[in-house]
């Protein structure tokens, strides 16, 4: 089984530039996760997609960052405009079902250098 | 909410000896609890979770944790380390009902010397 793909894998920019992240998800995953890994803290969740609907984008600074998931598929990760702090790797993990014990499969990440 | 603490950001061990990395969560009911390990540059693997089946886990790799409800902990072991078990280890908690979310602890990084 495909696990979950996401690209570019390395990206450099210069502040107020703008950069978009793609994922797609295990085939048959209802749910799909956007993390933000800075360099020596955990995982943060961003945003959470159950099909193509949001279920939580709490922690989604939403004057910067924005993400869809198009037909309850792949989806795409956006900042504009990129701050330095936005440097730390964005990874994508996909589900079976929502919440709970259900595991989650992460892709390999994009890591973002904002300079 | 939800949270964990892992203590040590990093825990050196020698090959064949055991490995202990501790995690202790908050929480005003039992949770969900896992451990996640993160090889270099690669995403997260599940290695175990905790659902309140049974408060001894079994994992991957040799790996596993025991939940202790009176102590607040789901700390990880292995009785022999590897060396290809050296990574970055999270734990992780999450609530029992509805959209609950995964919040992860800071990590612990394994270093094992042969």
């Known amino acids: 089984e495909a696990g979950v793909a996401q690209s570019p894998r390395y990206k450099i920019i210069e502040k107020r530039q703008s950069v978009a992240f793609w994922c797609n998800p295990i085939s048959g995953h209802a749910t799909l996760y956007w993390y933000q890994q800075i360099l020596g803290q955990g995982p943060k969740l961003l945003i959470q997609f159950q099909n193509n609907g949001v279920v939580d984008d709490s922690q989604l600074p939403k004057d910067r960052f924005s993400a869809e998931r198009l037909k309850g598929v792949d989806s795409t990760l956006k900042i504009q405009p990129a701050k330095l702090e936005d440097s730390a790797v964005y990874l994508c993990a996909s589900s079976l079902e929502a919440g709970g014990p259900s595991e989650q499969y992460f892709g390999p990440g994009t890591r973002l250098t904002v300079t | 909410a939800q949270s964990v603490t892992q203590l040590g950001s990093h825990v050196s061990v020698s090959e064949g000896a055991l490995v202990l990395l501790r995690c202790n969560y908050s929480?005003?009911?039992?949770?969900?609890l896992f451990w996640y390990v993160q090889y270099p540059n690669q995403g997260l693997q599940l290695l175990l979770k905790y659902t309140s089946a049974a408060t001894l886990v079994k994992g991957i790799n040799g790996f596993e944790a025991e939940f202790k409800k009176s102590e607040t902990s789901f700390h990880l072991t292995k009785p022999s380390a590897h060396m290809s078990d050296a990574a970055e280890y999270f734990c992780a908690v999450s609530g029992r009902t509805g959209f609950q979310k995964l919040v992860f602890g800071t990590g612990t990084r394994l270093l094992v010397s042969p």
């Open positions: 929480s005003s009911v039992p949770p969900y």
